[in-house]
């Protein structure tokens, strides 16, 4: 059984920073092209960034609002994804998911992250 579980969440002030890991059980995770998702409230799911197969060179993509401030990462020795957030804003709060590239794994229950002072 496929089973994704988020960590590393927490309350942060503006400007702040913070590393999200993601572990993967059940599923050949290096297979995947792996990707970071948010939700904000009262908002839809949102992707922010991904990160491509090491047979693919472990390419990332960014969404234009967290280009340079965020980094993924992936150790597949380990199935964890990771998400390290720098220069963390307001705007930034929102429960982080992750899911390969195209959603096909059931989703976790995700890691809320507060930005505010």
């Known amino acids: 059984q496929v089973q994704l579980v988020e960590s590393g969440g927490g309350l942060v002030q503006p400007g702040g920073s913070l590393r999200l890991s993601c572990f993967a059980s059940?599923?050949?995770?290096?297979?995947?092209?792996m990707a970071w998702y948010r939700q904000s409230p009262g908002k839809q799911r949102e992707w922010i960034a991904t990160?491509?197969?090491?047979?693919?060179?472990?390419?990332?993509i960014y969404q234009d609002s967290v280009k340079g401030r965020f980094t993924i990462s992936r150790d597949n020795a380990k199935s964890t994804l990771n998400l390290q957030m720098i220069s963390l804003q307001p705007e930034d709060t929102a429960v982080y998911y992750c899911?390969?590239?195209?959603?096909?794994?059931?989703w976790g229950e995700g890691t809320q992250v507060t930005v505010s002072s």
């Open positions: 899911n390969s590239a195209g959603s096909a794994l059931p």
């Open positions: 059940g599923a050949p995770f290096s297979r995947y092209a």
């Open positions: 990160i491509t197969t090491s047979s693919t060179g472990m390419r990332t």
